[in-house]
């Protein structure tokens, strides 16, 4: 027993230098996306011919954007990357599977130079999102020949600048995409905090990553590809059934040879108020996704989950005072963590609601072991079955 004890022990520490690995990254990009911030340079009240010289510069690019819903706030977040400060041509393509009736351009465009158009209708696939994406790019009434495409989800909210700040890297021909991480600063339910507590816990993950092993995936939050790279791999057409279709965008890039490399820019996701089931379901969604996706990564997952060890170490050392002190440790630290990195990555206004991540290591314990026993994911209002290649197939 004092051997197990001390390997779980070894294993709460494990977990903690992990957590230092990730603050240190996370403080390391908040420094570098202070400096690109510091360098960057308004044009938005240039004379005219330092804009047309600006716009010679910059590539043409073709934001498309998926929506499933019509309410005043997509208004505001869609308009937050129409209205971008980018010298360069854009257009903006809004795809929906079906119908809107609430949606009004007119509100979009306002104040924007971008053109807007609106395509209706996907493509056969089981990822509705994506079916109605690789619809509006095949469209041929709103298709531009771009040489570059923004794909972002409708619930981001984007700074002014950040549409340079995807450009940029794209100076370096191997670069095949340029993605994003996100945050949340705001919350209209208690499923959202648990949101924006994991998207804290993430974002510093994949920065880890980075540290390690370099990025190779998508975050589907928003990514910049070159139309050559992504035909190369087939076009969006190519992922519409598959659950992960960021990380496989991301992926296929990388297994042929390009780039993906992260933005130094932080967009907000705003949350639509989920309850705490939608929040779980995303959750068991995602964390099966991952298990596709990724299994190296999500087998060591839990390496890093110090609740996790701390509570066995609890249990194996029969409740002894020790214990419930490494436990209350792990517990002071993983709240101070989380706080920090939230705050860090630009979550001020929330980052409070890090102290509550304990308890979401306890919820992700569970998610993590439900996982094993089932393929099966809610997406909206249907139920699918997710294969080993990550592709999905609806259940009737």
């Known amino acids: 027993m004092v051997y197990l004890c001390g390997l779980l022990a070894l294993m709460v520490l494990v977990a903690c230098a992990y957590h230092v690995l990730g603050w240190l990254t996370v403080w390391r990009f908040q420094k570098g996306c ?20 600006y716009a010679s510069l910059w590539p043409a690019v073709t934001q498309i954007k998926p929506i499933h819903r019509d309410d005043d706030e997509l208004h505001e977040l869609i308009k937050s990357f129409a209205c971008q400060d980018y010298p360069g041509p854009q257009q ?54 771009y040489d570059y495409v923004v794909l972002s989800d ?13 450009m940029q890297p794209f100076a370096d021909d191997k670069v095949g995409m340029v993605t ?42 928003v990514m910049a590809m070159r139309r050559s790279v992504l035909e190369e791999i087939g076009g969006f057409a190519a992922f519409k059934d598959y659950l992960a279709d960021d990380y496989q965008l991301g992926n296929q890039m990388f297994k042929r040879g390009y780039k993906v490399v992260l933005a130094d820019k932080v967009v907000e996701d705003v949350p639509e108020g989920a ?14 996704t991952y298990r596709v996706s990724r299994p190296g990564g999500y087998f060591a997952y839990i390496v890093t989950q110090g609740m996790f060890w701390a509570l066995l170490l609890l249990i194996a050392s029969q409740f002894a005072w020790w214990a419930w002190a490494v436990l209350l440790a792990w517990v ?65």
């Open 34 to 53: 202070e400096l690109a911030d510091a360098d960057s340079y308004d044009i938005s009240d240039s004379h005219q011919s330092v804009k047309d010289c």
């Open 92 to 145: 903006i393509v809004l795809a929906s599977s079906g119908p809107l009736p609430g949606l009004d351009l007119s509100r979009i465009s306002l104040g924007s130079e971008a053109e807007l158009a609106w395509s209706q209708g996907a493509l056969p696939g089981s990822n509705r999102k994506i079916a109605a994406v690789a619809s509006a790019d095949a469209d041929e009434e709103t298709k531009r020949d």
């Open 332 to 396: 002071l630290m993983r709240s101070w963590w989380c706080t920090s990195v939230w705050w860090r990555l630009g979550g001020e206004r929330m980052a409070r609601y890090g102290l509550l991540a304990g308890f979401k290591d306890v919820i992700y314990v569970v998610l993590w072991l439900m996982s094993f026993f089932s393929t099966k994911v809610v997406w909206g209002d249907k139920r699918y079955k997710v294969g080993k290649d990550g592709k999905m197939t609806e259940i009737k």
């Open 275 to 288: 309850s705490f089931l939608e929040y779980f379901r995303h959750q068991l969604r995602w964390m099966r």
């Open 180 to 221: 994003c991480l996100y945050i949340v600063r705001r919350a209209k339910s208690w499923g959202d905090v648990w949101e924006g507590i994991n998207v804290a816990d993430f974002s510093a993950s994949v920065l880890v990553a980075r540290q390690v092993e370099g990025i190779s995936f998508g975050l589907g939050a």
């Open 154 to 166: 409708a619930d981001m909210q984007a700074s002014p600048d950040l549409l340079r700040h995807l």
